[in-house]
């Protein structure tokens, strides 16, 4: 189980701390399968950042299967078991896509990885990790790197973000796959709708706090409705500013 009591996120930009994660209580159990969505700018990505140790959380506790990880680096929480594939996936320049994959997948699965994520290994093995590869492309990539490591806990940032409608579907099952195997508790962050209606359970994430959370059967209806009424950035001004071009 993951559990996060009363955590707090703040950053500074030199002149003011802005406070990015509210109180955020959440439990999540093993073998669920979990959505957690929201609004551009709710604190998704950054959640995922404090339970992976890239953010350090200001204030409460993280505990994984009873042990308190607040203070682990990420180094020591992915050897405990917790993975995450990146919204923006890094590049690295000089890396070629075979020594990235040998971190984390053997010499002998390196090919059917690549494969499993709809690359053909001949055309990229040899290629560099660097901006030459399309948004696409490096998603797969750290898809398969991910996929490839024993993980209790996955945590994936917007798996659809440039993959094309054709691959998507596929991509979706390797995830389902990888979770059906079992013993894993998978975060899907997410604003497709097809994988809202997958999951076991919704968490709904804004302004940096959990405003709803439940089985999908419930929350979704509820997104639903929300995402029919017209959204307004809440900074003052008048739709007048609005111009259609
Ligand atoms: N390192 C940082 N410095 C300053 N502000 C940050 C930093 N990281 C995140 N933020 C801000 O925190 C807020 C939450 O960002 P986050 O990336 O977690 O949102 P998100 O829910 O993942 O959004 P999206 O759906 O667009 O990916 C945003 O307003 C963002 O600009
Ligand atoms: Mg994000």
């Not at 439990?27 to 957690?36: G, H, I, R, T, V």
């Not at 691959?167 to 995830?175: R, Y």
Request: some cysteine; overall charge negative.
């Amino acid at each position: 189980m993951l559990k996060l009591e009363s955590v707090d996120l703040n950053v500074s930009n030199g002149h003011e701390d802005f406070s990015i994660l509210k109180g955020i209580d959440l439990e999540l159990e093993d073998n669920k399968f979990y959505a957690l969505t929201g609004p551009n700018g709710g604190g998704k990505t950054s959640l995922a950042k404090v339970i992976m140790g890239i953010y350090k959380n200001n204030k409460g506790k993280i505990f994984f299967d009873g042990l308190d990880i607040t203070n682990l680096s990420i180094t020591e929480r992915a050897k405990a078991g917790i993975s995450y594939a990146f919204q923006n996936p890094p590049r690295f320049k000089g890396m070629k896509i075979e020594e990235l994959l040998k971190i984390s997948a053997d010499n002998n699965s390196l090919r059917a990885r690549l494969r499993a994520v709809g690359l053909c290994p001949q055309d990229y093995l040899d290629r560099e990790c660097d901006t030459s590869l399309s948004g696409g492309e490096m998603k797969r990539i750290e898809l398969a790197t991910v996929l490839s490591r024993p993980s209790k806990v996955v945590m994936y940032d917007e798996p659809e973000a440039g993959v094309d409608l054709w691959s998507f579907e596929s991509l979706l099952q390797l995830i389902r796959n990888y979770h059906k195997k079992g013993n894993v508790i998978s975060i899907v962050i997410t604003h497709h709708e097809r994988v809202l209606s997958l999951a076991d359970e919704i968490i709904l994430l804004a302004d940096g706090k959990i405003t709803e959370r439940g089985p999908r059967e419930k929350v979704l209806p509820l997104i639903q409705k929300e995402s029919r009424c017209c959204w307004q950035a809440n900074c003052g001004g008048n739709d007048d500013e609005i111009e259609c071009y």
